[in-house]
């Protein structure tokens, strides 16, 4: 059984930081891409970024040079840094793995408001 599990999320300021943290199973987790999406209500889900096996991070346009992806393949875990948030970086965020057709985790909300 494979569980993605993610966490961080919250209620922040506009131009404030929170982190998001994925943690998946470990003995599959190194050899695969994670990514995060998100999506903000009435919207389709979206790309934010992702992140290879190897350490290479993409991101969607609307996030580069504010968020950065990275990863601990000994937790294992892929980490969301968010900086100078919006309120329309406001959604759910959700982490998946690249595994088979995809895994993807329950989601954590984040709220960027004043």
């Known amino acids: 059984q494979v569980q993605v599990v993610e966490s961080g999320g919250g209620l922040v300021q506009p131009g404030g930081s929170l982190r998001l943290s994925c943690a998946t199973s470990?003995?599959?987790?190194?050899?695969?891409?994670m990514g995060w999406y998100r999506q903000a209500p009435g919207k389709q889900r979206e790309f934010v970024a992702t992140?290879?096996?190897?350490?290479?991070?993409n991101y969607a346009d609307s996030v580069k040079g504010r968020f950065t992806i990275s990863r601990d393949n000994a937790k294992p875990t892929v980490y969301l840094q968010m900086n100078s948030l919006k309120p329309e970086d406001t959604a759910v965020y959700y982490c998946r793995l690249y595994y088979g057709a995809g895994y993807w985790g329950q989601g954590t909300q984040v709220t960027v408001s004043s």
């Open positions: 470990r003995n599959i987790f190194s050899i695969y891409t």
């Open positions: 992140i290879t096996s190897g350490g290479l991070p």
